[in-house]
């Protein structure tokens, strides 16, 4: 369960999101809002990696910034435009996303191959189309024990072929264990891929649940 209290973000004194309390239990969210509503800074907020005032809390003990090592052990963040070192292939910052993460087995085997991606993993990412760099960012985002799963706009750039198969990992993923799955986006939610999908709305500076 995500706790989130007297939360409130501003760039340059310009409050952009303002939320009093909102929890969110495990499930998978579909979080929609125009562009400009604030989608992406709220889930840059829950990955912690965008400073805040407030309090985000994951399952009743781990503060973000009290535990923050530990809570972002177990919340993974997919970012929109997914950028990394070009130098590096697709293999080397999984190993370096597992180590970070205390993974042992072979993991992203699973999801390498689901995903077609074995042809190219062993190649420097600075080779990869925003595609193949979006699929990269998806298979790190689910690897290790997430408990949270933040996925900003993964629609974006993703071919028609991928997106069942991005669906049967969150299922797969939330069926495995009690996880919470974001997806932003600003498209409304094409039902049928997925099990129950309920919808957070982002506008007025603010979330609601849409019911
Ligand atoms: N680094 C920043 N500095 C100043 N303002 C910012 C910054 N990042 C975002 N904003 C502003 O915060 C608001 C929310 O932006 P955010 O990127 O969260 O929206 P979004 O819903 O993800 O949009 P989109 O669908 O276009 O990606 C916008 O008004 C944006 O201009």
Not at 74 to 94: M, Q
Request: charged share 20%; aromatic share 10%; net charge neutral.
């Amino acid at each position: 369960m995500l706790q989130i209290k007297n939360f409130r973000k501003s760039y340059n004194s310009h409050v952009v999101l303002q939320i009093d309390t909102f929890t969110i239990t495990p499930g998978i969210y579909w979080v929609r809002g125009s562009n400009g509503s604030g989608k992406s800074t709220f889930l840059k907020a829950l990955a912690g990696i965008t400073s805040f005032e407030g309090d985000i809390i994951l399952n009743e003990r781990l503060n973000i910034k009290k535990q923050s090592v530990a809570y972002r052990s177990v919340v993974n963040f997919a970012e929109a435009e997914p950028i990394f070192p070009e130098f590096l292939t697709g293999i080397e910052l999984i190993r370096l996303f597992k180590s970070a993460k205390n993974v042992s087995s072979h993991q992203e085997d699973f999801y390498l191959e689901s995903m077609h991606m074995t042809s190219y993993v062993n190649d420097p990412v600075s080779t990869y189309s925003s595609g193949m760099l979006k699929k990269l960012s998806l298979v790190l985002a689910f690897l290790g024990r997430p408990t949270c799963i933040l996925l900003d706009e993964p629609l974006t750039t993703l071919d028609v072929e991928s997106l069942p198969i991005l669906y049967s990992w969150i299922a797969r993923q939330c069926h495995q264990q009690e996880t919470i799955v974001l997806l932003s986006s600003h498209q409304a939610f094409e039902g049928g891929l997925l099990p129950t999908v309920q919808e957070i709305v982002v506008e007025h500076t603010t979330i609601r649940y849409n019911s």
